[in-house]
């Protein structure tokens, strides 16, 4: 039993962290550097002030589980995991014995979470946050692992198709700007809606300092850099989905430009939201003639990332590292007073030569894992 | 008369050397290439149907390169991959639209091919519900959208049935008589059926290709 439970362990607590590891850091990044240790405590004395308020970390635990529950099960239909199915020929009490350490391991951010919840509303006196915090953990601990054997039992069962889905399939065809943003909706929303979250929450601390204060256009450059280069998760996910799921694509007679210009499509519509909140919170003692170039810099930033991409196979983390670096550069140039016009330019032509340079001469090879139709299904 | 040049052809990975020639010239027909298993043959096609960076020169009889003119050799090359991977939530409607679009094939043109392979039945559904041999007739389908001077088909028999070998062979057969395409074909199976002959046979072994 303890080499189940260690293989388990192997296929779904350590994938499940590997392949969100971007979405972690993320988190860790929100919240350990911005929040000091009083600043926690007082956050999570307020949320266990009232049953109302709990609601908040609540929903966000209920949201974490299904997104674990949501990859258990896709990862128990993947063709190498099938062997897994096997399990549901063990007596009930023992497939229970042997999903729950690995359920416990990926639960643990919420199970942390909650355990200091809980002391500090035992500090606080607040006995009946304790008990309801202690029931939702349980439930979501049971909702898992229920859900998980289900799977086991039920994994010869039909897939049904939604009526509404059979429908749409039958009257329209997606058109090729759709196929990554359904991909990363079905795949990776918690990666899409992370990275939305930030960049507009950015976005929006940002335009709202300059109701407080009359600072120049510097201020809003910076914070549109960050806010647009927090996207490089989703280019990356974008380049890798091209190049694994849409590898036949290459041998289409589409040119560079069009290429790139679908590129642009899909992260405009991705942008639209940070589109938008530039332009509704667009400070008014600014000059309107930066507007259209915040839209502009924006792109330029992704077609940079994206043509870089290109130059030699790259992991998200070094991704990540030389992103930085790239944002530390900008951010000079900024400061420097450099136009935010010259910059766009600069960015989007060393982006788009980098795309045309390399991206015949570019070979993608494919990690065995990512080479399944099922995980996206 | 010739249809595809090749001149100094060599692919590596990692240092490693797949595949080498200086030259090789591929008349117009049909062509079966053969080989053992990892020798190369689907890194030779998928380089000749600009899947794959190599070095060299890949040309059409009028000139028409891979390296130079990409975007309308792409047009006239098709390739039907061996073991075809697609994003499971699409369709097999969406992905003959779109590539059939971008071949210059018209909807009607598309649906001709889609019926002769019997895809309509299951077009509709998600690609994450087919079989091996619907994947593989959907695959097939795409390399025969457009007008391409040459189809490379990389183990087209695998996981079909009987009914849709015959469905292939007529397809093969009616694209050589009606459209003159020539056709690069990867099989462990004897390829059988096609009326149009001759079939020149290349074997791909120790790092080269040569007409056997």
């Known amino acids: 039993m303890k080499n189940i439970i260690l293989t388990l362990n192997r296929i779904f607590a350590l994938e499940f962290y590997r392949l969100n590891a971007a979405f972690f850091l993320v988190l860790i990044g929100l919240c350990a550097g911005f929040m000091s240790g009083?600043?926690?405590?007082?956050?999570?004395?307020?949320?266990?002030?009232?049953?109302?308020?709990?609601?908040?970390?609540?929903?966000?635990?209920?949201?974490?589980?299904?997104?674990?529950?949501?990859?258990?099960?896709?990862?128990?239909?993947?063709p190498e995991n099938i062997f897994i199915r096997d399990l549901f020929l063990l007596k009930r009490h023992?497939?229970?014995?042997?999903?729950?350490?690995?359920?416990?391991?990926?639960?643990?951010?919420?199970?942390?979470?909650?355990?200091?919840?809980?002391?500090?509303?035992?500090?606080?006196?607040?006995?009946?946050?304790?008990?309801?915090?202690?029931?939702?953990?349980?439930?979501?601990?049971?909702?898992t692992t229920i859900a998980f054997i289900r799977t086991l039992n039920h994994s010869l069962s039909e897939t049904k198709v939604w009526?509404?889905?059979?429908?749409?399939?039958?009257?329209?065809?997606?058109?090729?700007?759709?196929?990554?943003?359904?991909?990363?909706?079905?795949?990776?929303f918690a990666v899409l809606m992370g990275?939305?979250?930030?960049?507009?929450?950015?976005?929006?601390?940002?335009t709202n300092l300059y109701q407080t204060d009359r600072y120049d256009w510097r201020l809003l450059a910076m914070g549109l850099t960050i806010a647009f280069a927090g996207h490089l998760v989703l280019i990356f996910h974008f380049q890798r989905f091209e190049e694994i799921y849409l590898s036949f694509i290459r041998n289409l007679p589409l040119s560079i430009v069009k290429r790139l210009l679908n590129f642009i499509l899909v992260f405009?519509?991705?942008?639209?939201?940070?589109?938008?909140?530039?332009?509704?919170?667009?400070?008014?003692?600014?000059?309107?003639?930066?507007?259209?170039?915040?839209?502009?810099?924006?792109?330029?930033?992704?077609?940079?990332?994206?043509?870089?991409?290109?130059?030699?196979?790259?992991?998200?983390?070094?991704?990540?590292?030389?992103?930085?670096?790239l944002i530390i550069i900008i951010l000079i140039l900024i400061l420097f007073n450099i136009p935010?016009?010259?910059?766009?330019?600069?960015?989007?032509?060393?982006?788009?030569?980098?795309?045309?340079?390399?991206?015949?001469?570019?070979?993608f090879i494919a990690p065995l894992k990512s080479k399944n139709n099922s995980q996206d299904s | 008369m010739i249809m595809l040049t090749i001149k100094n052809f060599s692919k590596s990975y990692y240092q490693e050397k797949i595949l080498s020639f200086p030259e090789l010239k591929i008349p117009k027909g049909i062509h079966w290439v053969k080989g053992e298993n990892g020798s190369g043959k689907t890194t030779f096609f998928k380089a000749l149907s600009g899947l794959l960076p190599y070095h060299g020169e890949i040309s059409f009889d009028d000139g028409i390169s891979l390296n130079n003119n990409p975007v309308h050799f792409r047009k006239l090359?098709?390739?039907?991959?061996?073991?075809?991977?697609?994003?499971?939530?699409?369709?097999?409607?969406?992905?003959?639209?779109?590539v059939g679009k971008t071949k210059g094939s018209s909807v009607s043109h598309q649906k001709k091919i889609t019926e002769h392979f019997e895809i309509p039945a299951f077009e509709e559904k998600s690609c994450q519900t087919y079989s091996s041999g619907m994947l593989k007739k959907l695959s097939l389908a795409l390399a025969f959208l457009g007008t391409p001077r040459c189809i490379i088909l990389d183990e087209p028999l695998i996981t079909l049935d009987e009914h849709a070998r015959c469905r292939l062979f007529d397809m093969i057969n009616d694209s050589i008589r009606k459209d003159g395409t020539s056709f690069l074909i990867s099989s462990h199976q004897v390829i059988e059926n096609i009326s149009i002959g001759p079939i020149n046979t290349y074997t791909i072994q120790d790092k080269t290709i040569t007409l056997a």
């Open chain 1, 38 to 78: 009083v600043e926690h405590q007082a956050l999570a004395a307020y949320f266990t002030s009232s049953p109302f308020l709990l609601l908040v970390p609540v929903l966000c635990w209920f949201f974490y589980a299904g997104k674990v529950i949501s990859f258990n099960q896709k990862t128990s239909n993947l």
């Open chain 1, 94 to 143: 023992i497939q229970w014995a042997t999903a729950l350490p690995f359920i416990l391991s990926e639960l643990m951010p919420i199970i942390l979470y909650s355990i200091f919840l809980a002391l500090v509303a035992i500090d606080k006196s607040m006995l009946w946050s304790v008990a309801l915090i202690s029931i939702v953990i349980i439930m979501i601990v049971l909702m």
């Open chain 1, 163 to 188: 009526a509404l889905r059979h429908y749409l399939n039958s009257r329209f065809s997606r058109f090729h700007f759709q196929f990554f943003i359904e991909w990363i909706v079905r795949r990776d």
């Open chain 1, 195 to 206: 990275t939305k979250l930030f960049s507009c929450l950015l976005l929006l601390a940002i």
């Open chain 1, 268 to 325: 405009t519509l991705i942008s639209l939201p940070d589109f938008g909140l530039i332009i509704r919170n667009f400070p008014s003692f600014l000059s309107t003639g930066i507007l259209p170039f915040t839209i502009v810099f924006g792109i330029s930033i992704f077609i940079l990332i994206y043509g870089y991409l290109y130059t030699s196979p790259v992991s998200l983390e070094k991704l990540i590292q030389r992103s930085f670096a």
């Open chain 1, 340 to 363: 935010l016009w010259v910059i766009s330019v600069v960015l989007l032509t060393t982006g788009s030569i980098l795309y045309k340079k390399h991206y015949y001469a570019f070979e």
């Open chain 2, 77 to 98: 090359i098709n390739y039907g991959e061996a073991e075809p991977l697609y994003p499971g939530f699409l369709t097999a409607k969406d992905i003959i639209r779109f």
